[in-house]
């Protein structure tokens, strides 16, 4: 399968893109810049009214602009209508022609740019064979699966050699294991065809495993852009540390004269890093060592004294709840190599390597909020968006 | 099989049992009376059917009625059409506001729409005084264009309806995505939303075209008896003449011309009835 039957990848440039719908004070999508490289897989990932499918809707020209432009390769396509813009899309309910064969609808884009019809047979044989369906060919979408659905979907948005390939939660209506499956697939698409993915998520599990770079948008604008090392490692904010896994909070301050992070009467050292703010510190819970005695606490670490709330074994790991001295709750992820039994009660070092620790920025509502509750905010309630960013 | 989804199923036929029963009694048995009473009365054969040929009347109004009906389902589908689908698109109040204009004139009794259509109509009525401001003398009382325009005002509900019921279960991402595909957004809809709305439109017309051929009060107080329709030329079998054989005769023929429409249009709609199950499960 080369490259040059379905496309080749497109860079995406997005500039100062803003949706404010009438009557509304919020904008929707408030100032947004990015750029996609050509062939890169890039994910718009962020909870529901972040403002990440608006964004998409305008790339592909569904939602019309405020201001802002979109660029693709050299082209602005900034007033196009969707027909014109020559991108591939997969939508979350697969919208395949349900009166059309799956043949039909895969040929439906070449026939609109009219494709002699020997390329077209050509061509959709070729599709076909990409998403493994050639038997499929001549059923109506209505008598296949839902992961054959959207795999016919997958081939039809790629068979005329769009410029790029937008995904909204194309796998959102599927259940979990046919999800990871099609992730398998979608990879492995992004593989072969080396076409410019963008693909919207509200699952970060999903993001993590898929993307070449992930966007993080939260209250209609980007937290942060980076590899999903990149964020899960050195987030930049607490709401991206919050959406992307699960971390221990510390609300206290840094002194960057003394290199050091002051948290109820604990001091820790804190090594300058690329972003030297003053916020929240958090530390992954894999990362955080247990020992009962203090003698074993590597001299380097941070550290402090937690009461054991309980211990769960989850085959791979323990997860270790634990209570801060303050009284707020953490947690530690402890290999089964190195677990021993903690009984709630137990008073135990809690400590990690300064490096594993990152000082991140709390928005301005102030310690324990979450970016979203910041004042720009307001399209989604609150509750919604801890609920997400708590799983 | 296990006998206990066996048992399960015989109440479920008692439950239709009595509306059967009504059928039969009520329907059945006098449409088979007048079938038989056609062939045998007064003599056995198909002295009725011959009469109905050569009388010069009766072929003229049934294919003035087939006339009749076919306008009124272009004519109510062209207005129905665009109707049913904003109706679709529409928001929730501008619905119920759209719905309930179609739905009033089911609210009214139909006399009462015919008599208006009447007042309209007559001479020096106001389509009239309409007309002559352009330096049109315009008659449609008991003409067969008045007619047809009142029947199209009559059953245009019956249009709308199915129409819509089948509009509003096609999946408007359909269009984002055909557009997306490289379609215009007229050959969005030409490709993809006119053939979904098929089964709509298949349903609407003959509902519309069955109801036009058996329309009495309408052409009864509108038209003429110099342009009557099937349903008066029975009317005047039954009532005046008292010939029960020739008007079952005409009945019978009526019936035929209904099934073979019927057996036409569902040898197409099937696979646009399947359509209609397939884009539910799109949902």
Redesign the interface.
């Known amino acids: 399968m080369s490259t040059t039957t379905f496309g080749q990848g497109t860079r995406i440039e997005i500039s100062h893109l803003t949706k404010r719908y009438p009557g509304t004070v919020v904008p929707a999508v408030d100032d947004v810049s990015v750029t996609v490289a050509a062939g890169e897989f890039m994910t718009f990932l962020g909870p529901s009214g972040s403002g990440k499918t608006t964004t998409l809707n305008m790339v ?3 939602t019309d602009i405020t201001s802002g432009r979109i660029v693709l390769g050299d082209e602005d396509v900034s007033g196009l ?3 014109r ?5 997969v ?1 979350q ?7 059309m064969t799956v043949e039909q609808n895969i040929a ?2 070449l026939k ?2 009219k494709t002699p019809a020997a390329e077209i047979t050509r061509r959709v044989a070729e599709a076909l064979e990409l998403v493994h369906l050639s038997e499929y060919g001549k059923r ?3 008598a296949l699966s839902g992961g054959q659905q959207q795999r016919v979907a997958l081939a ?2 790629v068979v ?1 050699a769009p410029r790029a390939l ?1 995904l909204d939660e194309p796998l959102g209506a599927l259940d979990r294991k046919l999800r990871s499956t099609l992730q398998d697939e979608v990879r492995r698409m992004h593989r072969e065809l080396g076409l410019t993915f963008v693909f919207v998520t509200h699952d970060q599990e999903e993001a993590l495993a898929l993307s070449d770079r992930i966007a993080v948008f939260n209250a209609g604008g980007i937290e942060q852009v980076g590899t999903p090392e990149e964020l899960y490692l050195r987030p930049a904010t607490l709401f991206v540390a919050e959406f992307l896994g699960e971390s221990n909070v510390f609300h206290g301050t840094l002194d960057r004269a003394r290199r050091a992070y002051h948290w109820q009467g604990s001091t820790w050292s804190a090594p300058s890093a690329a972003s030297d703010v003053d916020g929240a510190l958090l530390v992954r819970p894999e990362r955080l060592q247990l020992n009962v005695d203090s003698a074993a606490v590597p001299a380097e670490h941070n550290g402090l004294s937690v009461r054991v709330v309980s211990d769960i074994f989850l085959g791979t790991h323990h997860k270790v709840e634990l209570r801060m001295p303050d009284g707020s709750t953490g947690s530690a992820m402890v290999p089964v190599s190195a677990a021993r039994d903690f009984r709630p009660g137990d008073l135990v070092h809690a400590s990690w390597a300064p490096e594993d620790q990152s000082v991140v920025a709390v928005p301005a509502g102030g310690p324990g909020d979450v970016p979203g509750a910041a004042p720009r905010d307001g399209l989604a309630p609150p509750a919604s968006r801890s609920a997400t960013a708590a799983h | 099989m296990p006998p206990r989804p066996a048992r399960r199923h015989v109440p479920r036929v008692l439950l239709f049992l009595p509306a059967l029963a009504l059928l039969a009694v009520a329907f059945g048995l006098p449409l088979l009376q007048i079938v038989l009473r056609s062939f045998t009365d007064p003599d056995v054969g198909l002295t009725n059917y011959t009469a109905m040929l050569d009388d010069g009347i009766t072929t003229t109004v049934i294919l003035r009625t087939l006339r009749v009906a076919v306008t009124v389902v272009v004519l109510a589908l062209l207005l129905a059409y665009p109707y049913a689908y904003v109706m679709s698109i529409a928001s929730p109040a501008g619905r119920a506001v759209l719905t309930t204009l179609v739905l009033l004139p089911f609210w009214t009794s139909l006399m009462a729409r015919n008599f208006a259509w009447l007042l309209l109509m007559q001479d020096g009525g106001p389509i009239q005084r309409f007309f002559s401001l352009f330096g049109l003398d315009v008659v449609l009382l008991g003409t067969t264009v008045g007619v047809t325009v009142a029947m199209t005002q009559v059953l245009l509900p019956f249009m709308v309806l199915p129409l819509y019921s089948s509009m509003q279960q096609i ?1 408007r ?2 269009l ?10 007229r ?2 809809f030409r ?2 939303y006119l ?2 709305s098929a089964p709509g439109v298949v349903a609407g017309c003959t509902l519309v075209f069955i109801l036009s051929l058996g329309f009495y009060i309408t052409p009864a107080l509108l038209g003429s008896s110099q342009q009557s329709l099937v349903a008066q030329l029975l009317a005047i079998r039954t009532t005046a003449l008292l010939d029960f054989a020739g008007a079952g005769a005409l009945g019978t023929v009526l019936l035929v011309i209904t099934g073979l429409v019927l057996a036409v249009i569902g040898r197409f709609a099937r696979p646009a009835s399947s ?1 209609a ?3 539910g ?2 949902k």
């Open positions: 592909a020209g569904f209508p969707p027909h813009r020559d991108l591939g899309m939508f309910q697969y919208a395949l022609f349900p009166h439906f884009p609109q740019r109506y979408p209505s039809r948005a005329f937008l | 999946d991402r359909l984002q995505a055909a557009q997306s595909l490289g379609a215009k957004p050959t969005a490709k993809i053939p979904l359509l199950a397939a884009t499960g799109v």
